[in-house]
């Protein structure tokens, strides 16, 4: 049975194993490698995505959780013409060290402003608390979400 759901604004249909990880799925299916496998037990955030506009961790979550959901990957998350607030803070602030959990934490930023458009400091560090970054970045992420929901850095 094909499990169908849509990604990035397309339409797909998978005939894996239902019980698939999303992030299986969107990594050696449709070659969308911005999300990175990190821990495999849902821990560090790497592997964030967003489904029906929720942020998720793609590692514990199967194709069969997504059957006619919308699913929005890193590679989804600019427009076409910009890149999306979040992507130019990342950049104008130098953000991102070695980059590995960067697309993980970039979702999970974006799931936030979409639900807190000025989040406070304790907003943003309660919810990126789930976000691991082995480079330490914290400050600069903070300063990003904040450049990006228009409050500065």
Same mark, same amino acid.
Not at 81 to 87: E, I, N, S, T, V
Not at 123 to 131: E, P, V
């Given at each position: 049975? %094909?499990?169908?759901?849509?990604?990035?604004?397309?339409?797909?249909?998978?005939?894996?194993?239902?019980?698939?990880?999303?992030?299986?799925?969107?990594?050696?299916?449709?070659?969308?490698?911005?999300?990175?496998?990190?821990?495999?037990? $849902?821990?560090? =955030?790497?592997?964030?995505?967003?489904?029906? =506009?929720?942020?998720?961790?793609?590692?514990?979550?199967?194709?069969?959780?997504?059957?006619?959901?919308?699913?929005?990957?890193?590679?989804?998350? $600019?427009?076409?013409?910009?890149?999306h607030?979040?992507?130019?803070?990342?950049?104008?602030?130098?953000?991102?060290?070695?980059?590995?959990?960067q697309?993980?934490?970039?979702?999970? %930023?974006a799931?936030?402003? $979409?639900?807190?458009p000025?989040?406070?400091?304790?907003?943003?560090?309660?919810?990126?608390?789930?976000?691991?970054?082995?480079?330490?970045?914290?400050p600069r992420?903070?300063? $990003?979400i904040?450049?990006?929901? =228009?409050?500065? =850095?």
């Amino acid at each position: 049975m %094909a499990i169908n759901l849509k990604i990035n604004g397309k339409r797909v249909s998978s005939s894996s194993d239902p019980e698939t990880p999303l992030l299986w799925f969107v990594r050696d299916e449709l070659n969308l490698v911005g999300t990175k496998f990190g821990c495999g037990i $849902a821990q560090c =955030g790497a592997c964030t995505i967003h489904v029906d =506009g929720v942020a998720v961790r793609s590692c514990q979550t199967t194709l069969e959780d997504a059957e006619g959901l919308d699913v929005k990957t890193i590679e989804g998350l $600019a427009g076409k013409d910009r890149l999306h607030a979040l992507q130019q803070a990342w950049i104008d602030l130098d953000v991102a060290q070695c980059g590995y959990c960067q697309a993980g934490q970039i979702m999970s %930023a974006a799931a936030l402003l $979409a639900d807190n458009p000025s989040p406070s400091d304790q907003d943003i560090d309660d919810a990126m608390a789930g976000n691991l970054c082995r480079c330490g970045t914290y400050p600069r992420i903070r300063a $990003a979400i904040k450049q990006a929901a =228009g409050m500065g =850095g």
